[in-house]
């Protein structure tokens, strides 16, 4: 089992920039591939970034260049660096933690952090 927390949402105007993080408890952070996840309101949820183990990285094409995803294993914490945000980046973010054991998958997310992006 893992616990995701999520912190750092707020107001911002276009252009400006936040800082999400995701705080993880319980099972062995490290051994999962971490990911950001947003749903705006009447659309399906959908990838932002996920990071591996390791550190590799993988965006959708609308952040790429300017959101930036990491991970501290040691501090099991994740964050998700957004600059030059848009009206259009508004959305709920949750944070998600997944992993493939022994054929069966976990896996698990936060609550959601809400970002707009507004003047």
């Known amino acids: 089992q893992v616990q995701l927390v999520e912190s750092g949402g707020g107001l911002v105007q276009p252009g400006g920039s936040l800082r999400l993080s995701c705080a993880a408890s319980?099972?062995?952070?490290?051994?999962?591939?971490m990911g950001w996840y947003r749903q705006a309101p009447g659309k399906q949820r959908e990838l932002v970034a996920t990071?591996?183990?390791?550190?590799?990285?993988i965006y959708t094409d609308s952040v790429k260049g300017r959101f930036t995803i990491s991970r501290d294993n040691a501090k099991n914490t994740g964050s998700l660096q957004m600059n030059s945000l848009e009206p259009e980046d508004t959305a709920v973010y949750y944070c998600?933690?997944?992993?493939?054991?022994?054929?069966?998958?976990?896996?698990?997310w936060g609550q959601g952090t809400q970002v707009t992006v507004s003047s």
């Open positions: 998600n933690a997944v992993r493939t054991r022994y054929g069966v998958r976990q896996d698990y």
């Open positions: 990071i591996s183990s390791s550190g590799m990285t």
């Open positions: 319980g099972s062995i952070f490290s051994a999962y591939v």
